[in-house]
C-alpha cells in the first residue's frame, strides 16, 4: 500500500511538473500570439482603391515599416477623423473599404494601419507587447499631421480590433473624443477558451489563461474609460459569442457607455443598421460640440 502510494505521489509529482513547464515555455515563447496575429495569403505589393486616399508609412524600427491609409471625402472637408482598427483578417485591400463608404459620404475620413507581416506591413507578429508598442507609436505619429489634430477623433474597434482600439481610448484619452466598439471581446483568455479546441485543449479550457498572454485586456481598459463609449454586438455572432460583448459592457462605466444589441453576421452592423450606426458616430460629434459650447 505504501509503495502504491509513493508510486502515486512520483507520479503526480512528475505529470504537474511537465504540465508547469510546458505553461511556462508557452508564456515565455508567446505561442499564443503567434496564433492570434498571424494570418495567411494576407500579403499585397501595391496599394490600390477608386476612393480619395493618402497613403502613409510608419517607420517603428530599422526595418520594419507599417502601412496606413487615410480615406477621404471627394468634395468636401472632413468633418471628423474615425480611427479604425480593424478585424483579424481585413487588410485594406479587402472589403473593408465597402465599409467606410457610408461614412466618407457622410463627411467623415477614415484612416486604418496595417499590423506587423500583414498587408503591407513587414516584420514579425510574434509578440503582443511589441504589437502594443506599434498601435501606440502609429496613433501618436497619426495625431501629429495638421488635418488630423484639428478635427474632432473617434475611435473604431471592431472583432480583435477592438482589444487594440479599448487600449489606445484607455492610453490616450485626453486625445479621443469617442470609442465605438463592434464584434469584441472582453479579454484574450475568455475568446481564447471560446477556440480552445484549435489548440487541442476543448476539454482543458482551464489552462488558457495560462498559457495566453493578455496584453490587450479590454475588460480592464474600459473601466477607466469616461468619454462617451458604444460598445455594439450581434446575438447572432457566430464568431464572438454575444455573452463576451455583455462581459465587455458590464466593466465598462455605465455613465458614459451605451449598449446596443443587434441581429446581424460577425461586425456586418453598418451594413444592415447603417443609418443607426451613423448616428452612433454622428452621437459623438454632437456630445463634443455641446462640451464646447459648455466652455465657451
Not at 515599416?65 to 477621404?72: D, I, P, Q, R
Not at 457610408?102 to 467623415?108: A, D, I, K, S
Request: proline share 3%.
Amino acid at each position: 500500500m505504501r509503495k502504491a502510494l509513493q508510486i502515486l505521489q512520483f507520479t503526480t509529482t512528475i505529470t504537474l511538473s511537465i504540465v508547469l513547464l510546458v505553461i511556462v515555455v508557452l508564456r515565455l515563447t508567446r505561442y499564443s500570439d503567434q496564433l492570434l496575429y498571424k494570418t495567411n495569403g494576407s500579403e499585397y505589393s501595391k496599394f490600390e482603391s477608386d476612393l480619395n486616399f493618402e497613403e502613409f508609412t510608419f517607420q517603428v524600427e530599422d526595418s520594419v515599416t507599417l502601412h496606413g491609409v487615410l480615406f477621404k471625402p471627394d468634395s468636401t472637408e472632413a468633418i471628423a477623423t474615425i480611427f479604425h482598427f480593424s478585424g483579424k483578417g481585413m487588410h485594406l485591400m479587402s472589403s473593408i473599404q465597402k465599409s467606410y463608404k457610408p461614412l466618407l459620404e457622410q463627411g467623415f475620413q477614415v484612416f486604418c494601419y496595417e499590423r506587423r507581416d500583414f498587408g503591407m506591413s513587414n516584420g514579425e507578429a510574434d509578440n503582443s507587447l511589441v504589437i502594443q508598442e506599434d498601435a501606440l507609436f502609429v496613433f501618436d505619429e497619426f495625431l501629429k499631421y495638421q488635418d488630423i489634430s484639428a478635427k474632432p477623433l473617434i475611435i473604431w474597434g471592431q472583432s480583435l480590433g477592438g482589444a487594440f482600439a479599448t487600449m489606445i481610448a484607455s492610453e490616450r484619452q485626453d486625445s479621443v473624443d469617442g470609442l465605438i466598439l463592434e464584434g469584441t471581446f472582453s479579454s484574450f483568455p475568455d475568446i481564447g477558451k471560446v477556440y480552445a479546441g484549435a489548440l487541442n485543449l476543448e476539454n482543458f479550457k482551464w489552462i488558457i489563461p495560462l498559457i495566453m498572454n493578455d496584453d490587450f485586456p479590454a475588460e480592464k481598459s474600459i473601466k477607466s474609460l469616461t468619454i462617451p463609449t458604444t460598445i455594439i454586438h450581434s446575438k447572432t455572432d457566430d464568431q464572438v459569442p454575444y455573452y463576451l460583448g455583455e462581459k465587455l459592457f458590464q466593466a465598462a462605466n455605465k455613465e458614459n457607455t451605451k449598449y446596443w444589441p443587434i441581429e446581424s453576421k460577425h461586425i456586418m452592423g453598418i451594413y444592415d443598421y447603417e443609418e443607426e450606426y451613423l448616428a452612433e458616430f454622428f452621437e459623438m460629434l454632437q456630445g463634443k460640440q455641446n462640451n464646447l459650447s459648455s466652455e465657451d
